[in-house]
């Protein structure tokens, strides 16, 4: 729940300014939280954001990968 509450006031501020949460810097992010660490931009990168994805039609890239070769054999039937 703290976690989720640290985000939604680092979102809100990132929207605010009208830039994306990873364009914060590290020390607007540490006056939500002083336990946020400069590892924080790896964790809310867009590629770990897509990663993260792995369920079932996920955005994570072996998922992609998975959907791509079903439809594929599909279309070659």
Known sequence: ???????????????????????????KLQAFDKRIGIDVFEAISLEASVAARKTHGGTAPEQVRLQIRRHADRLAR
């Open 1 to 27: 729940r703290d976690a989720h509450e640290i985000v939604a006031h680092a979102v809100r501020m990132a929207s605010t300014e009208g830039k994306d949460l990873t364009e914060l810097s590290l020390e």
